[in-house]
């Protein structure tokens, strides 16, 4: 197998089985949605409120857009409580574009993921960006067929997350805020991890192992899986602050599998042409020249100015993080 | 030999390994090569398509000027294989189930038409055992994610593997096309295919 399977569900609920003429379908299976997310690898997924926005993203090529009530930066400035977009919005985009389709719900919201499963969008993205509605606990997400992505800021949150089902990880980083440092840290803090669990597997210290898979709050059997792997067993991309083709290339020359852009391109001046720059930049991330290229699209004057996010009165990335 | 996976974005790293396994289990001396540029083109045997997004690919193929140099080798007998949206970017004209003709470039070797996402949104993605005739008496375990199908062949076109009626697998001389991973499925038989592409191919330009 070319994907890894580690921590599924003896008998998820999400897994549908349907028999059409001579053929058996079997619908949900973990090999399906975390193949959906392989399928993005590589790719850019853009934040969009409105069909317009989403019609440009997948002219500009995002490999997937995901749905908003409004961008993180507006999120930060309206305050109030935060919930899933509306479902008039997600249906008339899936009228009009190709690619796939994503929708954030709140942390803990079963029932705003069921409206988006039943709405029939590709992907749901328990998120950090809106307000959690169970603080102790996220969603069981193996009751699902459609895939799951999900936050993390550490090793110990993202194997958890895929322990309960989700499919893919994003680093949470500060959303909103323009500011890529915060997913930076996330990233490194979780590749440094897998280092560590990685060196005490190629030493055979299943004792020790099996005390870092307690201190992670995890499975022995997915510290064991992602340390032999030496990454994390789903597919990984990069989100939160992402603002410039030089941020993307910095996060996937990190080790990122692609990149989520929140209110970096539509709460820039030039989000047209900033769309496919970002995306330039993330399949060439390792090609200076090309980086240089992408870079040269864009007006730094245009850019979001963005934020310290060191003095922030809402830490986004701290939501559900003890579950 | 080598063999180059086109790799500009989708399940790259996937299709690198299910070729690496195919060599190995055939005990063929190749190499795998992750291609992005047009100049590397040159240098490979046989080419894979993967899967991900036709949309992304064929706009960053685009930008790079790549498609007439793929196009070029391809029509000369280098053997391809294309999974779902790598058989998309092959096709003649691809239309998608819900908004019809997109504006996406192609780069028209396989003499077919191509209906995109067939099946339906990712939850109608799904398993199915397929019976392949070309790969042996063994069911093939097809993994449809958000797949395409095939609606129109063109008389050079060999109907390789049909899922209710609808058609999943095609070849035209040097090009397999699947609407399904093949990569996904652990089953390296398609992959061995292309190989044995390739040697012939090769044996034949007498290199």
């Given at each position: 197998m070319t994907i890894s399977l580690v921590?599924?569900?003896?008998?998820?609920?999400g897994i549908k089985v349907e028999t059409i003429e001579n053929a058996q379908m079997v619908r949900g299976t973990t090999l399906l949605k975390r193949g959906f997310a392989h399928m993005q690898k590589h790719g850019v997924v853009m934040d969009v409120t409105n069909v317009e926005q989403a019609v440009i993203a997948e002219d500009a090529g995002a490999v997937a857009v995901m749905v908003l009530d409004k961008l993180p930066y507006d999120v930060r400035k309206a305050g109030g409580v935060a919930r899933t977009a509306s479902v008039k919005v997600i249906q008339e985009m899936m009228d009009a574009i190709t690619i796939p389709i994503m929708a954030k719900c709140r942390i803990g919201h079963t029932d705003e993921a069921k409206i988006l499963e039943a709405v029939g969008v590709d992907m749901i993205d328990e998120s950090e960006v809106l307000t959690p509605a169970d603080e102790e606990r996220h969603i069981w997400?193996?009751?699902?067929?459609t895939p799951f992505v999900n936050g993390a800021k550490n090793l110990g949150e993202a194997l958890r997350r895929i322990e309960e089902g989700c499919a893919m990880i994003r680093t949470k980083g500060?959303?909103?805020?323009?500011?890529?440092s915060e997913a930076v840290t996330h990233i490194r803090m979780v590749n440094n991890e897998i280092r560590r669990i990685r060196s005490i597997y190629q030493d055979s210290d299943r004792q020790e192992l099996m005390k870092a898979a307690r201190e992670l709050k995890v499975s022995y059997q997915i510290a064991e899986e992602t340390a032999r792997l030496g990454r994390l067993p789903v597919v990984n991309f990069a989100a939160g602050g992402i603002t410039t083709p030089a941020d993307a290339a910095l996060l996937m020359n990190l080790g990122c599998d692609g990149v989520f852009v929140g209110s970096g391109i539509f709460k820039s001046d030039d989000p047209a042409q900033r769309a496919r720059a970002v995306v330039l930049a993330t399949t060439f991330y390792d090609d200076a020249k090309i980086v240089m290229e992408a870079q040269k699209m864009v007006d730094e004057k245009k850019s979001l100015l963005g934020m310290d996010t060191n003095n922030l009165e809402l830490r986004m990335q701290e939501r559900g993080e003890h579950a | 030999m080598t063999i180059g996976v086109l790799?500009?974005?989708?399940?790259i790293e996937e299709n690198v390994a299910a070729t690496s396994q195919a060599l190995q289990e055939l005990h063929v001396n190749g190499t795998v090569d992750i291609v992005r540029y047009?100049?590397?083109?040159?240098?490979?045997?046989g080419l894979i398509l993967p899967g991900g997004e036709s949309t992304v690919q064929s706009t960053l193929a685009a930008i790079q000027r790549s498609l007439p140099a793929i196009k070029k080798r391809i029509s000369e007998g280098m053997p391809v294989l294309g999974s779902c949206a790598g058989m998309i970017m092959l096709s003649k004209r691809a239309y998608d189930?819900?908004?019809?003709?997109?504006?996406q470039k192609l780069l028209?070797?396989?003499?077919i038409v191509v209906e995109r996402n067939a099946f339906g949104r990712q939850n109608d993605s799904f398993e199915a055992d397929l019976s392949l005739a070309m790969l042996g008496k063994e069911a093939f375990r097809g993994v449809f994610i958000r797949a395409p199908a095939v609606s129109e062949v063109g008389k050079d076109v060999e109907v390789i593997g049909k899922l209710n009626n609808r058609i999943v697998v095609v070849k035209q001389k040097n090009i397999i096309g699947t609407a399904?991973?093949?990569?996904?499925?652990?089953?390296s038989r398609m992959h061995k295919h292309l190989i044995n592409m390739v040697l012939q191919f090769k044996n034949k330009n007498g290199s």
């Open positions: 921590a599924t569900e003896p008998k998820p609920k997400k193996w009751d699902f067929t500060e959303p909103g805020t323009g500011n890529v | 790799g500009l974005q989708g399940d047009t100049e590397e083109l040159e240098k490979i045997d189930r819900i908004i019809g003709d997109t504006k028209g070797n396989l003499d399904f991973h093949a990569e996904l499925s652990g089953d």
